[in-house]
C-alpha cells in the first residue's frame, strides 16, 4: 500500500488463511487484516460483505472501533484500484481515530503509509509533508515510494 510492488500469490495465501481462521468480524484488529487481504488481493464482493458485516454490527451497538474499520477497508480497495483521491477523502477525515482500529504501530503506521502515498500520487506534497510533521515520533520511518518529494520534511 505505500507503492511498492507486491507479490500476489502470497496475498492470495494471506486471504485464504484470513477466511479460515476468522470467517466473521467482531474483533477489529483481526478484521483490519482479513479487509486488508481481501483490498490486497482485489476480492471486492469479499470486502464488502465483510464490511457490511462490520457496519452491522457497529449499528447494533456490538463494535466499538465504529466506523474505522469499514473506512479503512474502503481507502485500501481505492488504493488497490488506484483511486488516490478517494483514498485522501476516506482517510484523512478518520485519521484522528486511527488508534480504534486497535493493534500495534504497525497498523498506524501502514494507514498513515497509504495516506501519504496517496497525497503524493495526487500531488497533495503540502499534505504529505504535513502528515510527516504530525506523525508522533517513533523508531521506523515509513517506507513510501517517492518520499523523496517530501525529503526536507522527511527527516
Known amino acids: 500500500m505505500a507503492g511498492h510492488p507486491r507479490e500476489p500469490a502470497r496475498w492470495a495465501k494471506i486471504e485464504e488463511f484470513a477466511r479460515a ?38 449499528r447494533a451497538g456490538r463494535y466499538p472501533s465504529g466506523s474505522v474499520v469499514p473506512t479503512a477497508a474502503r481507502a485500501f480497495a481505492a488504493f488497490q484500484r488506484g483511486d488516490y483521491s478517494a483514498v485522501t477523502d476516506l482517510i484523512a477525515p478518520m485519521l484522528p481515530e486511527r488508534e480504534r482500529m486497535g493493534g500495534s504501530r504497525a497498523q498506524v503506521d501502514l494507514l498513515e503509509a497509504t495516506l501519504l502515498r496517496a497525497y503524493l500520487c495526487t500531488g497533495q506534497v503540502e499534505e504529505a509533508r504535513q502528515l510527516l510533521a504530525d506523525r508522533r515520533p517513533g523508531p521506523a520511518g515509513l517506507p513510501v515510494a517517492g518520499l523523496e518529494s517530501c525529503a526536507d520534511k522527511a527527516r
Do not use: N, Y
Open 21 to 58: 481462521k476468522f470467517p466473521r468480524p467482531g474483533m477489529s484488529l483481526a478484521d483490519w487484516h482479513v479487509a486488508l487481504a481481501h483490498a490486497a488481493t482485489a476480492d471486492d464482493v469479499a470486502l464488502e460483505s465483510w464490511i457490511q458485516a462490520i457496519e452491522d454490527l457497529s
